[in-house]
Every structure is written in structure tokens, then in C-alpha cells.
């Protein structure tokens, strides 16, 4: 569903997962579709990028770490304005096209 991108960011593969899962999820719970799995499948996602992040290397003082933590906010923070103006949009078609369908 979410797979392509106006913006053609190159961004790394769990972010993309996640941005397509959430907007799914929003989505299935809209029209009141069973949405435990994507429950699961984002928390797995999410716990996956929480250990990659707690995993500092060795040599990078406290000062590169934090850096990388808000770099990652960041990314979280825009990923999450995607995902919320994408579940809308598609949101909206589908309240349009309920909409139409009543009048006919």
C-alpha cells in the first residue's frame, strides 16, 4: 500500500515497514477491520529499532549517541506527519466514495 512515495526518500527498510503498517492499521481500524496483527507486527518493528539504538558502538562518546537518538526523533517525527496526512487522505476517499454510494 505504501510502498511508493511522492518524495522518493531512500529511507532504510524497518522505517518504511512501520510507515506502511501504521498507515494500514489507521486504516483497518477506520472501517472496523481486526488490526491485532498489525499491532504486533509494528511493536515488533519498533522493539527491533529500540535495541538497534541502544546499541552504541564502542568508540562514540555520549555526545554522538545523542546525536543519533535525535536524528532518529526526527525521522520518527516526519515519518509520523507521513503517515498521518497518507491515513487521512485515503480516509477521506473513503467517507467520499460512502458518501456517493448513499445517494445512488
Partial sequence: MNHWKEDEEDLPTPVEEVEAEAIAYAISSYVGLETTRSELYISGWVEHARQKSSEA?????????????????????????????????????ITLNEELNKTD
Wanted: cysteine-free; overall charge negative.
Fill in 57 to 93: 558502538e564502542p568508540e562514540e562518546d555520549n555526545e554522538d549517541v545523542d546525536h543519533r537518538r535525535e536524528t532518529a526523533r526526527s525521522v520518527i517525527r516526519d515519518r509520523l506527519e507521513y503517515v498521518r496526512k497518507t491515513s487521512t487522505a485515503i480516509i477521506e476517499t
